[in-house]
Every structure is written in structure tokens, then in C-alpha cells.
């Protein structure tokens, strides 16, 4: 299960989505809206995706994590659309046959959707707003001839 | 060649657009047509330089060179507040 949605996200439905008999352990992540941020009060977050890209990304990182960890099952979904504080942006499961794997995958997961997965969140607050990264991936270098920075 | 522009947060609000298709001479590279949007709407070349840039759904280099029918996005790590 890997998606972005409009809907609300639960731990429930991606530990389901990863439950397996020959894995007997599964670890749950939920990303939450959070306020203040960065010192001001945020009063909701817009969140916004490249859908067909993220999908895609969120497969490469079930693939990268069966790579290194073995047998694993990963589900991921990234909500989109305006989120009060409090509720949850991103919710991940990882199934594994013992709980130390499904711990260090599921962390693996949530670093790695920062870095490669295409969304972006605009924090909104009383006085203005403002859109926030994302951190960038490594894998390629950012197409930078210097730009003016207003 | 024909190929789709893609637009995402603050890419989207500095050309006003999500998207649109380009008539490309063939052998622009990605760096070239980041350069071109840049030289033709100053708040696209204001957004951070360290823009990302996908071509069909994967990040490519500034020398990457585009085809026919391809999908590139443009995907600004972190968009200036306003």
C-alpha cells in the first residue's frame, strides 16, 4: 500500500496492510501537524504532492528497505490537503520477522520520505505563511546556476 | 519536440501555472530549460537555487538531455515565504 490521500490516516490501516504470518513484529509511524513550528503558532498546513512521482518513490523505498533488511513488508500513505494541528500527514508500517529490523526499517522509511518523496507543506499562521522543504535528496545535486534570492 | 511541465509549490505560484506542454529544440538539457524559466519570470528565478528536477518521475543532473514527450517537474526544496 503505497498513496497519497484526502483522507484521514491511521496506524490501523497500514498495520493491517503489512501483517503477515511469517512476521512477528510491525512497527507504526505516524507524522503529525505540529504547533508552534519554529517558534510561531501555526493554524493548519496545506500539504501538496507530486503524486505519480511520490507513489513511485514510496515504492523504491520498500525496495531499498527489502534490500537491506530482508524480508520486510512496508506500507506507506502521505496525506494531502488542508490539516488541522494535531492530525496525521504521514502514517507508515513495517512488518518484519523480528521487532529490531521493523524498528530500524520503519526509521529508515520516515528518513528517507523526507529526502526523496515529493511533498510540500505550507504553514500557515495568523500573520502569513510560508512553504516549507522537504530536505532535498542526495542523489542528485540540486540543478543550481545561483539564482537571485528575493 | 513536445514535452510536459510540471509546476509544484512555490515553482506553481511563481509561474502562476501547474502546468503546460513546450515546443523544445532537441538537445535542450534540463539545466538549459531551468535557465530559460528563470530568464523568462524573475520570481521562478527567485525561488532557492537548489531546485530538483524530475524527469519522468526520477531526479536528474543539469546535463540530463530531454526527449520527445517527456514529463519534468520542477521541485523547489524549500519555496520563499511571501
Known sequence: ?150 | MRVRLRYFAGAREAMGRAEETRDLPAGTTVGALLGQLRAEEPRFARLPADMMVSVNFEYRAPDHLLAEGDEVAFIPPVSGGR
Open chain 1, 1 to 150: 500500500m503505497f498513496e497519497i490521500t484526502r483522507e484521514v490516516l491511521t496506524a490501523d490501516q497500514v498495520a493491517e496492510a503489512v501483517r503477515a504470518p511469517d512476521c512477528g513484529g510491525v512497527v507504526t509511524f505516524l507524522g503529525t501537524v505540529r504547533s508552534p513550528s519554529r517558534g510561531r503558532t501555526v493554524l493548519y498546513l496545506e500539504y501538496e504532492a507530486y503524486p505519480e512521482m511520490a507513489v513511485r518513490k514510496m515504492q523504491q523505498i520498500a525496495e531499498e528497505i527489502r534490500e537491506r533488511w530482508g524480508i520486510t513488508r512496508v506500507a506507506i500513505r502521505h496525506r494531502v490537503g488542508r490539516l488541522e494541528v494535531g492530525e496525521a500527514s504521514v502514517a507508515i508500517a513495517v512488518a518484519a520477522p523480528h521487532r529490531r529490523e521493523a524498528f530500524e526499517a520503519c526509521e529508515y522509511a520516515i528518513a528517507r520520505l523526507k529526502r526523496i518523496v515529493p511533498v510540500w507543506k505550507k504553514e500557515v499562521w495568523a500573520d502569513g505563511e510560508e512553504w516549507i522543504g522537504w530536505e532535498g535528496t542526495e542523489e542528485v545535486q540540486p540543478v543550481g546556476a545561483p539564482a537571485a534570492r528575493a
